[in-house]
């Protein structure tokens, strides 16, 4: 078997690097299914992407031409990236090789809504073109359903993280977390405001750090405009050597996302046993309840503020939410488990 999986440049510092990383960093996975990987997207100016891409089709056409590929993995969001894979799905297509079709895009619907008909029925064309497809969450069953001929060949399978054998969580940290790219989008406003309502409120002891690239720019300005300097700091980008050092200092996990799919930051946060308070949209509710953490509307400040003074001022709460946040990673997220998944999808594609 040889799989080619098509995705982004680490540089991207995303949730689907996070998801590709896992995978090449499984050595007997990579063996079983000797597995190359390309990435034809990268964070820069529009004529360094453009180079990166072109460059990225190259080294695909080399592995084609120096053998045969069963399988072709695509990792596939939104806008742009769609036409990328499109034509790496089409060029696949053409010399025999299988489509698995990975979607993560978390504005990928509304994306897709946007576009006027023509449009859509080339993203339908493309999406349909491949032989199989991965979902991360059963909530987009519906919405991808209605773009394929056939919705039995779309598969739900979640993100995955590598899980502990022991629950890292440490009940006496006073750390909140924030983990992902710095932007409207994952709700970094809300949380600012949130925290400036609670703060007289909050046991000083109580800090949030902010980790994550800064997709606004503006991030620590932001900060002292609300007079939290002494509470909150960003402290940039978390490598991911870092981040179980991170992990085990930290109390509750926060993200309060507009749009999602299924976020790593919050696989990995449960993975340590870490409670979340997150909002109630993609695929979150999935993974996050009201056992293991806390669900809310995005946008509420309010209640996103009351939600991290409950946690904070709330020790047993925690505790208990912390076993279930563990055992739910065991339980549904693992990445060994995930791994399998995978390999029988490839088998079944190949029908071996």
């Known amino acids: 078997m040889k799989v080619l999986m098509v995705g982004v440049d680490e540089s991207t510092k995303g949730g689907m690097w996070t998801v590709a990383e896992n995978y090449l960093n499984a050595p007997a996975f990579v063996s079983m299914c000797h597995l190359s990987y390309v990435p034809t997207s990268i964070v820069g100016n529009p004529v360094q992407k453009v180079c990166f891409t072109i460059k990225g089709f190259l080294k695909i056409f080399r592995v084609f031409r120096m053998e045969k590929v069963d399988i072709t993995h695509v990792h596939m969001s939104e806008r742009g990236s769609v036409y990328r894979k499109g034509l790496v799905m089409r060029y696949a297509r053409k010399h025999g090789s299988r489509i698995l079709l990975h979607m993560h895009g978390a504005e990928f619907e509304d994306w897709y809504r946007g576009l006027n008909a023509k449009r859509q029925q080339q993203v339908r064309s493309i999406v349909d073109s491949a032989d199989e497809i991965i979902i991360l969450g059963e909530y987009w069953q519906n919405f991808i359903s209605g773009l394929v001929r056939d919705p039995h060949k779309i598969r739900v399978v979640p993100n995955a993280v590598s899980i502990p054998k022991e629950r890292l969580y440490s009940p006496d940290s006073r750390r909140l977390l924030f983990l992902g790219a710095v932007s409207m989008r994952k709700g970094i406003y809300d949380l600012l405001d949130a925290m400036q309502q609670i703060s007289p409120e909050l046991s000083p002891e ?22 939290l300097s002494s509470r909150v700091f960003y402290r940039g980008w978390l490598p991911p050597g870092d981040r179980a050092e991170v992990l085990s200092h930290t109390a509750v996990n926060i993200l309060p996302s507009y749009h999602e ?50 946690l904070c001022n709330h020790h047993e709460m925690r505790l208990q939410k912390s076993e279930n946040s563990y055992r739910t990673a065991v339980e549904k997220f693992s990445l060994e488990k995930h791994l399998c998944r995978i390999a029988n999808i490839y088998r079944e594609l190949l029908d071996l």
């Open 206 to 227: 109580w800090k949030l750090d902010i980790y994550g690239p800064n997709v606004m720019g503006n991030v620590e300005d932001e900060i002292e405009k609300r007079d």
């Open 261 to 310: 799919g299924l976020p790593m930051t919050i696989m990995e946060a449960m993975a340590a046993g870490i409670p979340s308070i997150a909002t109630n949209v993609a695929a979150i509710p999935e993974a996050v309840n009201d056992d293991n953490g806390i669900l809310l509307q995005p946008g509420d400040t309010r209640a996103l503020g009351q939600s991290i003074l409950t």
